[in-house]
Every structure is written in structure tokens, then in C-alpha cells.
């Protein structure tokens, strides 16, 4: 994470006094139109209410699964392994029954990809870690006055689409 991430985050938690507004948890499909994969992802998010038009989140992902597709003979697979995510979330009220929200944050995960071919037999594989700014936009529904579900799509550079759908609990 670098320090033009840090510095918003910090300045943000020094207004109030730190602490967790909302737990949450969520499950995202991550589209990649390039290479025709869709992975699926589970996430934990943390949010601190910085005031009732913006929040502070930071979110914890673990991958679930790999996805493959084929080139002729050679199958290549992909996962995410794990992630870190802070964003902030600007919407006209969160207090409201139903607040539209835009998400910019940033994100860094590892992912992990092999190919291998069936004749001849070859086998290659790779980890690495992607970073990016994200930008998003969302709905929060709330259920009564301590849960809330939301559903959001946002946007990295080489990344098409990603779908997220949870539950965000008041603590």
C-alpha cells in the first residue's frame, strides 16, 4: 500500500476516534472479458462510518476456486489467492432506507496462474501480486436497523467487471 492510500485513511480515522462501525461479509464473481475467466471471491469488510456521507472500508478477500479456459491444446488456470482492499464510499446518506453509493479505493492481491499441455506434457506455473485503484458504484438496502445488503459493481484496470453482493452488520 502506498502512501497516497495511507494518508487519506489516516486523515480520515483522526477526525473521530477509531472504531468499527459495520462487519460485513459478501461474495464477488470477478470478470476478465480478455481471457474469458470469471473467479469467484469471498470477502470480509470493515467499516468505520467517518460521517454519515462517507465511509471508510477495508476488505479482506480469500479466492474460492480457479477458472480455466483453453487455447487449442494449452489449458491455463487462474485464482486469486488473497486480498487487501481500502476504499472509501461516498453516497448522500447512508441512514436512508435505500443510498446509492460511488467506491475509490485500492487494492492489491495475489493471483496465481498455470498452463499445461497434454501432448507434449508440459506444466508451467506463477504467482505474483496485481495492484490497482478501484472505482465503483453501489445500492445499500437496509433490512431493519442493525443489517443492511448491498449489491456493487466496480472496475480495476485489466479487470472488466466485479459483481459484489453481501450483508453488512451494525456493531
Known sequence: MNRLTIVPLLAAFATNSFAIDNVGVSYSKVDIDAVDM?????????????????????RFSLGLAEDYTNYGEVTVASEVDHAFGVNFKMSPGFNEAVAPYLSLGYTTAKVSASS????PFSYRSTSGRESD??????????????ASGFFEISKFDDVDRILTFGLLFKL
Open 116 to 119: 499445461h499441455t497434454s501432448t
Open 38 to 58: 470469471s473467479l469467484p471471491v469471498v470477502n470480509l469488510h470493515i467499516e468505520e462510518e467517518v460521517n454519515p456521507y462517507l465511509h471508510a472500508e477495508a
Open 133 to 146: 485503484m478501484e472505482l465503483g458504484a453501489g445500492v445499500r438496502v437496509k433490512l431493519d436497523e442493525n
